[in-house]
Structure formats: structure tokens, C-alpha cells
């Protein structure tokens, strides 16, 4: 997968890399070619925002979470993504 993370008003460590690509890597199977990955990280009032979004085929997959904890929203923005995929 190719990656794009960006972050507005936080700042992207690698922590926060590792839990992402490791939580996405796991979707490789359901691709014949390799997907771009653009995961958008903010701060919305007091929330943490993720917005993943994946391209491949001309089929994009899609999800936005806004929770108090990072890590949780990441979790949950990879469990949307993981219905459309088996949906599709």
C-alpha cells in the first residue's frame, strides 16, 4: 500500500504510523493491485478525528471517526473500512 498520512494541528509519530499501517496491512489481501492510502489526522474540539480514505480500481473505500482517543478511532475507522471491503 502506499501511504500518505498527514496530521492538522498534531503531529504524526511514528507510534501513530505503526498503528496505522499495522491495522491497514492487513486489507493487502483483498487487492489484486496496490492501493494508495490517504489518512487524514485532526483535532475537532476536544476529539480526535481520523478520516481514512483508500483508492484501488476505481472503488474507494471510506471512513471518518471522531473519538477522545487516537488509537480507539483509529481501531474503528479500520473496522468501517473492513465492512465496505467484505460488502464490496
Known amino acids: 500500500m502506499k501511504y500518505a498520512i498527514n496530521a492538522k494541528k ?3 509519530t511514528e507510534k501513530i504510523g ?6 491497514l496491512d492487513k486489507f493487502d ?5 496496490e ?8 483535532v475537532l474540539k476536544d476529539k480526535k478525528t481520523v478520516e ?8 474507494i473505500y471510506r471512513a471518518e471517526v471522531a473519538e477522545d482517543d487516537l488509537f480507539y478511532a483509529i ?3 479500520a473496522d468501517i473500512i473492513e465492512r465496505q471491503m467484505r460488502r464490496h
Open 10 to 12: 498534531m503531529e504524526v
Open 18 to 23: 505503526l498503528k496505522i499501517r499495522s491495522k
Open 29 to 33: 489481501k483483498f487487492f489484486k493491485e
Open 35 to 42: 492501493p494508495d492510502v490517504k489518512v487524514t489526522l485532526g
Open 52 to 59: 481514512i480514505t483508500i483508492y484501488s480500481a476505481g472503488v
Open 75 to 77: 481501531d474503528k475507522a
